[in-house]
């Protein structure tokens, strides 16, 4: 077992021995061995015991807490010296503008292209000729990401590319019973924007454990700013893997294995302290989670070696790469997806 997640609202996570022991309302979920774990995600409102804290710090084993809606809350973080010398570099290269301004460049362009990719290849699919004009008006942004004179102005091409995008993003849905009309979050008031946020902080916590695994620090970016609580870099890295996550998202909806009765709706007086206007109920989660599993394993051709690879490792390969130009001070090449 690599990845724990704990989805169940209000349940508690206990050791018992050499497994860990899900319960709610008294009663046991699931029991889990212990070995093996790497990662443990715990979402909505469940909680862990004492014991359970003392083996992921023994273990140093990755633990996120997040919202019901996908929205990061913490980390548990274990303190590693053993790459100081790798984060003096990053801190040294990032604190100069020109090479912070490129990188920042590279990763819009690259972005802009993945969305654009993903809007041609349906609108050829769908016969949707409103995709290929959204499409080629995001490709239009590519040279300009490039041409940018500072990282504001970067920054606006970016959104301004996001919001066209998601202009279009609608007309990729092929289920009736599910509507997009923009993208909304913090919190999401739909189900699709819902399923969104949540898969993106799946990638993005994937991508953490590549910044980690590399000796990163993740909280020192170049295109976003830095923000308390904001791992930076890491949500510079995951948006190359973004249409990944639409993509996932976009087949769960398209062929019906996300149904709207798999969420939970509240108006503005139905909703309690810290309750969501929409929410995943926890069988859709866990449906949502293996769909995401599987989208890790999937096999892509990773260009730098011309062989089929791993989603997974793919991801922190890309992280390791980071590391390496960081060192030798040249620019980063974000994943571009297959045409």
């Known amino acids: 077992m ?7 609202t209000g349940s508690y996570l206990k050791k018992e021995g050499e497994t860990l022991v899900i319960v709610k309302d008294k009663q046991r979920v ?3 061995p212990a070995a093996g774990l790497k990662q443990l995600t715990l979402a909505g409102r469940a909680s862990i015991s004492g014991a359970v804290l003392d083996f992921l710090i023994n273990h140093g084993i990755d633990t996120v807490f ?3 809606d996908g929205r990061f809350r913490a980390r548990l973080l274990l303190d590693d010296s053993s790459h100081t010398a790798l984060r003096q570099q990053q801190y040294v290269r990032l604190s100069d503008p020109v090479y912070k301004q490129g990188l920042a460049a590279i990763i819009v362009r690259e972005k802009l292209e993945n969305q654009s990719r993903l809007l041609l290849r349906r609108a050829s699919q769908y016969g ?3 995709l290929r004009t959204v499409g080629a008006q995001i ?3 590519r040279q300009k990401s490039m041409d940018s004179a500072n990282l504001d102005t970067l920054r606006g091409l970016e959104g301004y590319g996001s919001r066209l995008y998601f202009s279009a993003f609608g007309l990729l849905l092929r289920n009736e019973d599910f509507h997009f009309h923009g993208r909304n979050r913090r919190p999401p008031r739909d189900p699709v924007n819902a399923l969104l946020s949540f898969v993106y902080t799946l990638f993005t916590n994937e991508v953490l454990n590549g910044i980690k695994s590399a000796g990163l620090d993740p909280y020192c970016g170049a295109l976003h700013e830095i923000a308390a609580g904001r791992p930076s870099l890491a949500c510079d ?3 190359e893997w973004r249409p990944v996550a639409e993509r996932l998202v976009l087949g769960l909806v398209n062929r019906k294995a996300i149904r709207p009765d798999d969420f939970v709706y509240r108006d503005e007086q139905q909703r309690g302290e810290g309750q969501l206007p929409v929410s995943m109920k926890p069988n859709a989660a866990r449906a ?7 989208q890790l394993e999937e096999q892509l051709i990773y260009p730098p070696t011309g062989l089929k690879t791993a989603v997974r490792w793919i991801i922190h390969s890309q992280c390791r790469q980071f590391a390496e130009r960081l060192t030798s001070g040249q620019m980063y090449t974000p994943f571009q997806m297959p045409r």
Do not use: G, H, S
């Open 2 to 8: 690599q990845t724990l997640y704990v989805l169940e």
């Open 30 to 32: 699931e029991t889990i």
């Open 66 to 68: 997040m919202t019901m």
């Open 128 to 130: 949707r000729p409103e």
């Open 139 to 141: 490709r239009a942004l």
């Open 237 to 239: 890295l995951v948006e």
């Open 288 to 294: 949502l989670i293996a769909a995401y599993q599987r």
